[in-house]
């Protein structure tokens, strides 16, 4: 009797510790939801939870408050990866190191690449320029490694506040990757590649690719997202497969070429001749709307002083799924005759939406503009809104113009900005 007694004080539920009692799976599921440092600080409440948290499925490394130095943050994630073992799969990991500078570049690197090993599924690594802002725009982020990721279990990644060169961005070698995400960092490369993506998003980045254009080559790609950029407008190859895109041409650093514009051949530096394989500036081909023709959902927001998207107007692929499409500024210039000219290409159209912030200074010549107002027909449309400051002339004889070509038009909704 004694002896039953004094193993049932022992026992783990006499106690109240029912949370040593579980299997370790679970434990380790557990302790993923906690920042990484609070995870491994659990191996001190007894011996059951030594080791627990070393194959932990989620690692969070987010608590910069939490290290008095870089010194201490190298150190901790070192020792957190290395032991590690490589079949113990690491499903989800995330780098947030807002707050340190000078981190340095191959470490980063190294503690990424090193994450992959783990099988992981969902790598996000958020970090803060490197230097003050003063400096040079690539010495300012942290440099990853000019060579390829390798997984074959990466299917989400998310890099803010990195420069990424060349070899890193073809992605060939992350045969699941479905979703990636850039933003806040400097692109330096001649192309993006992939076989398996399904979403691509580049938000607040620098493409300087010598000046050229970075070629973008998705072919499975679903959705996209180009926003907020400077440098050189990127080149999109054919995405059979998009379903939404919003995307933003132009606006900043755009690099023109009248040489390229009027049909030139022979020695040019716009880079747009970087796009065809036999090296000819051929003038009939839409290098930036050919990749969007297959959306059903679009938002183009475009500059309409940039040279080489009005000669991509001039020669409009079709949009034969697209449904619902949301233009800005440039498609008023001309007195209207761009948006006709671009619903032309349209046939499937149901909802249009115009942003009307300002009349654009330069003008998109095209001829014909009586027969585009005639022989319009968008026999699907059943909603236009208007965005505007003003409500002028201008308006009105757009909405005339699209109640006489939409016999299905319901409603339009006119709001002024």
């Given amino acids: 009797m004694s002896h039953r007694r004094k193993t049932t004080r022992a026992s783990p539920s006499s106690t109240g510790d029912h949370l040593s009692a579980l299997p370790d799976s679970v434990l380790q ?28 499925p989620r690692l969070r490394i987010t608590d910069v ?3 008095r130095s870089v010194e201490k943050l190298n150190e901790f994630v070192d020792q957190l990866l290395l032991p590690r073992d490589r079949g113990s799969a690491l499903d989800e990991c995330e780098f947030d190191l807002r707050g340190f500078l000078r ?36 010495q300012s982020f942290v440099k990853l490694a000019n060579r390829p990721l390798f997984s074959r279990h990466l299917w989400r990644l998310e890099l803010n506040g990195l420069c990424l060169e060349g ?11 479905k979703d990636l995400k850039i933003t806040n960092g400097v692109v330096s490369t001649d192309q993006i ?49 998009l379903e939404t895109a919003t995307v933003n ?16 051949f022979g020695d040019c530096e716009c880079g747009m001749c970087y796009m065809y394989p036999d090296n000819d500036c051929t003038p009939d081909v839409s290098v930036h709307l050919m990749g969007l023709s297959s959306a059903t959902c679009l938002e183009l927001i475009a500059s309409s002083q940039m040279v080489t998207f009005r000669r ?21 210039v001309a007195d209207f005759q761009t948006l006709l000219y671009f619903l032309h290409y349209t046939p499937l159209l149901e909802k249009l939406t115009l942003q009307v912030c300002q009349k654009p200074k330069s003008n998109m010549e095209l001829e014909g503009s009586d027969f585009l107002e005639q022989s319009l027909a968008l026999k699907y449309l059943k909603t236009v809104e208007v965005k505007c400051q003003m409500i002028d002339e201008q308006i009105h004889n757009i909405l005339k113009i699209l109640s006489f070509s939409s016999k299905s038009l319901e409603k339009i909704n006119v709001q002024k900005l």
Avoid at 257 to 264: E, L, M, N, R, V
């Fill in 29 to 56: 599921h557990a302790l993923g939801f906690l920042e990484g440092r609070e995870a491994v600080r659990t191996c001190v409440l007894a011996r059951r939870w030594r080791h627990v948290w070393r194959l932990i």
């Fill in 65 to 67: 408050d939490a290290f």
């Fill in 103 to 138: 981190l340095e570049d191959a470490r980063i690197d190294r503690w990424i690449r090193r994450v992959l090993k783990c099988h992981t599924r969902l790598l996000q690594v958020q970090l803060y320029t490197n230097l003050p802002a003063t400096a040079e725009p690539f």
């Fill in 167 to 177: 070899g890193l961005l073809d992605f060939s070698s992350c045969s699941v990757l």
């Fill in 193 to 241: 590649l992939s076989q398996s993506l399904k979403q691509l998003t580049i938000i607040g980045c620098e493409l300087c690719w010598q000046f050229h254009p970075t070629l973008i080559s998705a072919p499975s790609l679903i959705s996209l997202q180009l926003d907020d950029y400077v440098g050189v407008t990127p080149v999109l190859e054919s995405m059979p497969l």
């Fill in 249 to 264: 041409l132009g606006h900043q650093n755009e690099q023109y070429c009248d040489f390229c514009d009027k049909g030139g």
């Fill in 312 to 332: 991509d107007l001039r020669y409009c692929p079709a949009f034969s799924k697209l449904k619902s499409l949301l233009l800005s500024d440039w498609c008023l």
